[in-house]
Every structure is written in C-alpha cells, then in structure tokens.
Nanobody, 124 residues
C-alpha cells in the first residue's frame, strides 16, 4: 500500500482544512486507517482512526468535536476534516494504514504503511 497525503496549508485560528489521503493497493478497503501528527521537537501523536467499514472511529481527546475522519473505499481515499483549528494543531500530518484486522488503533507501532506527510500551520 502506498499513501499520499495532501491538503495542508496555512490557516488562521478558527479556520478549517480538509486533508486527503490517496491510497493505492487493492487491499486498502480492508485496512484500518489513521491520521497522526508531529510538531517540531515532539513525538508523533495519534489524531484519529477509522476501521475498514467506516462505522468505528476513534479520536484523540485534543481533537474530539473539531476533527472528523472519514473514508471512501470505492475511491481509495481517507479524509480528515479539521474545524476550529488552533495554533497547537500546527504539525506535519501523516496518514497511515494498519493491515491487521482490529479496532482502530491509536498506536504508532500498529501501522504498517505511512504517507509522506502534509504540513498544517495555524496562525494565531
């Protein structure tokens, strides 16, 4: 599976962005998908994840109520809608795929495939 994230950019606090992740590979629809982020000088952290069917989602507490993860398996796409953005959301955002059949995971080590990342900068 190859992943390509896009949609990052510069936005003012309170604004919105939608990140997209394009996946290649015929088994994509059976994988759990996640979004993670990494700010300068910090470890990569979990943001959101969704199961293969799209009916189970998990979010980091810091983004609950503001971010929404979704997927369109027919198009091999995963999305992260980010609303009410805050300066602390500034980071490089990565999409990732977990090939093991389980509930959406928040652990970095559970994900086998990673995209290249897209930078989100939120100005105050």
């Amino acid at each position: 599976v190859q992943l390509q994230a896009s949609g990052g950019g510069l936005v003012q606090a309170g604004g919105s962005l939608r990140l997209s992740c394009a996946a290649s590979g015929r088994t994509f629809s059976s994988y759990c998908m996640g979004w993670f982020r990494q700010a300068p000088g910090k470890e990569r952290e979990f943001v959101a994840a969704i199961n293969w069917y799209g009916d189970r989602r998990d979010y980091a507490d810091s983004v609950k109520g503001r971010f929404t993860i979704s997927r369109d398996s027919a198009k091999n796409m995963v999305y992260l809608q980010m609303n009410s953005l805050k300066p602390e959301d500034t980071a490089v955002y990565f999409c990732a795929a977990d090939s093991y059949p389980r509930v959406p995971s928040s652990r970095v080590l559970d994900y086998d495939y990673w995209g290249q990342g897209t930078l989100v900068t939120v100005s105050s």
